[in-house]
């Protein structure tokens, strides 16, 4: 179940800055934008390991384009998106 926020808490004046990082096709994960980035970095330094089944197990370098996506999302569409979860769910 998600946290849903209250009205004040969806009112605030803080803009946080937020980023999306998406794995592959649906795996999408919402992070502060500097934690964000230092995660970008730190895959930049990971290796892709490989062991599908009946298959020879492989490492290789990941490329950027092939697993990683990064999104900016502002704060106001987080706000309206949690709202309305928050609205639907009650």
Same mark, same amino acid.
């Given at each position: 179940?998600?946290?849903?926020?209250? /009205?004040d808490e969806?009112? #605030? +004046?803080?803009?946080?800055?937020? *980023?999306? %990082? #998406?794995? @592959? /096709?649906?795996?999408?994960y %919402?992070?502060?934008?500097?934690?964000?980035?230092?995660?970008? +970095?730190?895959?930049?330094?990971a290796?892709? &390991?490989?062991? #599908?089944?009946?298959?020879?197990?492989? !490492?290789? *370098? !990941?490329?950027?384009?092939? @697993?990683?996506?990064? &999104?900016?999302? =502002?704060? =106001?569409?987080?706000?309206? !998106?949690?709202?309305e #979860?928050? !609205?639907?769910?009650?």
């Amino acid at each position: 179940m998600t946290q849903q926020l209250t /009205y004040d808490e969806l009112v #605030e +004046d803080q803009e946080p800055k937020l *980023a999306i %990082i #998406e794995f @592959g /096709y649906n795996t999408k994960y %919402i992070l502060p934008y500097d934690d964000a980035m230092k995660m970008l +970095d730190l895959l930049s330094k990971a290796e892709m &390991y490989n062991d #599908e089944y009946s298959k020879t197990k492989s !490492i290789k *370098a !990941i490329d950027m384009k092939d @697993g990683f996506r990064f &999104y900016i999302m =502002s704060a =106001s569409e987080y706000k309206r !998106i949690k709202l309305e #979860e928050t !609205i639907l769910n009650e």
